[in-house]
């Protein structure tokens, strides 16, 4: 149990273009998920927490317009990554959990690289 | 401020048991928990201690001290496949993780 997907698992894009990511809980339904980047050999930043159904909370310096999420459903959030430069180039990972008091899973982690 | 510390590499040799350390201080406690994290891959669950204690899964064990605001991750009979990350994270009183910076674990023939 416990499973969460995440697509596409890497992506190539010209400097420029939008790029959506998707990640689905696959087997519960998910209140929570999050979206963190992670550059090479740093630690995971946490990028946005987003509830089923409201808006997301960014995190100081995420800017909402560039960082689009949408959690539509309790199984699935986007990111889109609008208008992608060089430096967006990173490691994106989603999490979700069932409730407030619940574990993270993690998604496998989408590769963004933008050329 | 909230703060996780962890060191930041260990070494072990392939066989033996090493013990990840991690210190925390956060504003409220809802629980540690212990992320394995392969290189170029997304965080894995390893374990979860609310309540202090030794937790054993395997030959991995995770034990906690509110009082301290402690906790160390035990891996047992090291394998290669345990060369990894290991992250230490403190669900804070708003239901929110804070991660730490993680501990790189090699291991060595």
């Known amino acids: 149990g416990a499973v969460v997907s995440q697509h596409p698992s890497r992506v190539i894009c010209k400097s420029g273009t939008s790029v959506k990511i998707e990640c689905r809980s696959l087997?519960?339904?998910?209140?929570?998920m999050f979206w963190y980047r992670q550059f090479p050999k740093q630690s995971l930043m946490l990028m946005a927490t987003?509830?089923?159904?409201?808006?997301?909370?960014?995190e100081q310096g995420v800017e909402k317009d560039k960082f689009l999420i949408n959690h539509a459903s309790l199984t699935l959030s986007t990111l889109t990554v609008t208008s992608a430069h060089p430096e967006d180039s990173s490691f994106y990972i989603c999490?979700?959990?069932?409730?407030?008091?619940?574990?993270?899973?993690f998604g496998p982690g989408t590769r963004l690289l933008v050329l | 401020g909230q703060n996780i510390d962890q060191p930041t590499e260990m070494t072990a040799t392939e066989g033996a048991i090493v013990q990840i350390n991690c210190t925390y201080q956060?504003?409220?406690?809802?629980?540690l928990f212990w992320y394995q994290q392969h290189a170029g891959e997304a965080p894995t669950f390893l374990s979860y201690n609310v309540l202090d204690g030794l937790e054993e899964k395997g030959r991995f064990s995770s034990f906690l001290s509110r009082s301290k605001g402690y906790s160390y991750l035990l891996l047992k009979e090291l394998q290669m496949k345990d060369s990894a990350s290991y992250l230490c994270?403190?669900?804070?009183?708003?239901?929110?993780?804070?991660w730490g910076a993680g501990t790189k674990l090699i291991i060595k023939p």
């Open positions: 994270a403190v669900m804070d009183s708003n239901y929110q993780l804070i």
């Open positions: 999490s979700a959990r069932v409730g407030q008091r619940e574990t993270q899973y």
């Open positions: 087997d519960f339904q998910a209140t929570t």
């Open positions: 987003s509830n089923e159904g409201s808006k997301a909370t960014y």
């Open positions: 956060t504003s409220g406690f809802n629980g």
